[in-house]
């Protein structure tokens, strides 16, 4: 338990519903009429909803211990995929709907973030780009450089991206884990 006059940005609040929150900004509000106020920003760690909550100075939060260690993806069992803690070895299922999007980014020995809450895995955070080889792409048309147009791109991971039309099958290409976009050749 911590008060409203601790909170610190990057801090992971429990509120009420068991919903975990992490403070994004903060600012204590003093007017000149009436109590003391906390104005804050918070993100929701799951969902990544953003949105504004305002506490009395002083009232008591719930801070969630959130755990955040480096790990290498392994392999894939059933619908989990398995993270090696890279300092304890200790091998870690979580489960597909945790990992999302990132699936799209990750080969087998890419290292990741994964955030854990009471044992339970959170969020797996993966570098801000990947470099991944192209699987299969259709040849770019002569004569069609010039537009700066793209063309659909299959990556060895399986997931779709948008490459321009000079790319071929199999270069390797950097893409933005976040947003999935093509940042260039690597």
Known sequence: ????????????????????????????????????FVRTKLKNVLSG???????????????????KREMQYSYRDGDDFVFMDTETYDMVNVPASTVGDAANYMLENTLATVA??????????????????????????????????????????GAEIKVPLFITTGEKVKVDTRTGEYLGRA
């Open 1 to 36: 338990m911590a008060t409203t006059n601790d909170l610190k940005n990057g801090m992971v609040l429990k509120l009420e519903g068991g919903d975990l929150w992490s403070v994004v900004e903060f600012q204590h509000v003093k007017p000149g009429k009436g109590g003391a």
């Open 49 to 67: 909803k953003v949105v504004d909550k305002t506490f009395n100075a002083g009232v008591k939060v719930d801070v969630a211990n959130v755990d």
């Open 116 to 157: 854990f809450n009471e044992g339970a895995a959170l969020y797996v955070d993966l570098p801000a780009a990947a470099e991944l080889t192209i699987a299969n792409t259709e040849p770019g048309l002569q004569g069609d450089r010039s537009t700066g147009g793209t063309k659909p791109a299959t990556l060895e991971t």
